[in-house]
């Protein structure tokens, strides 16, 4: 109880709600940007395995002045299996151990969704609280209905 030469009536429970509230938003928010970055990061993993196939692909079907174009534009500077380009830098693929990176994709992946069930719990807590205070829990049928007796 307030002391009685308080200014105003203090709702505990509804600085508790709204503090919580703030922490569980700025963990959703935490959890989205996680979630953006850990996508962020395979899409840089299979750019990095696939993108040479799918310039490949792509470059067949282009004069090798629109090649020597792209390949500028997308900062290149020598083709792909030129020496000076390669000499000293292994294909990721070709690096010892590099049946890893599908390991990492699965981990990466196994991160996204341990992200997603958290936001969607985290949803659920903020709903939870409600705006004036928690929400009521559902009521439990009674028995002798659920029998049907």
């Given at each position: ?11 505990r429970g509804a600085i508790a709600r709204e503090g919580r509230r703030g922490q569980a938003l700025d963990a959703l928010q935490f959890e989205r940007d996680r979630e953006s970055a850990l996508r962020e ?109």
């Open positions: 109880m307030p002391p009685t030469d308080y200014p105003w009536a203090m709702d990061q395979i899409a840089e993993i299979v750019l990095e395995q696939e993108g040479a196939g799918v310039d490949d692909e792509a470059f067949a079907h282009l004069s090798p002045e629109d090649v020597r174009r792209v390949r500028q534009a997308l900062g290149e500077v020598a083709e792909p299996g030129d020496d000076a380009l390669d000499e000293g830098f292994p294909a990721f693929a070709e690096e010892p151990g590099g049946d890893g990176v599908e390991e990492e994709l699965a981990r990466l992946v196994l991160e996204i969704e341990e992200s997603q069930a958290r936001q969607a719990a985290l949803e659920r807590y903020v709903l939870a609280l409600g705006e004036d205070g928690p929400r009521p829990k559902p009521a439990a049928m009674p028995r002798s209905h659920a029998s049907g007796g």
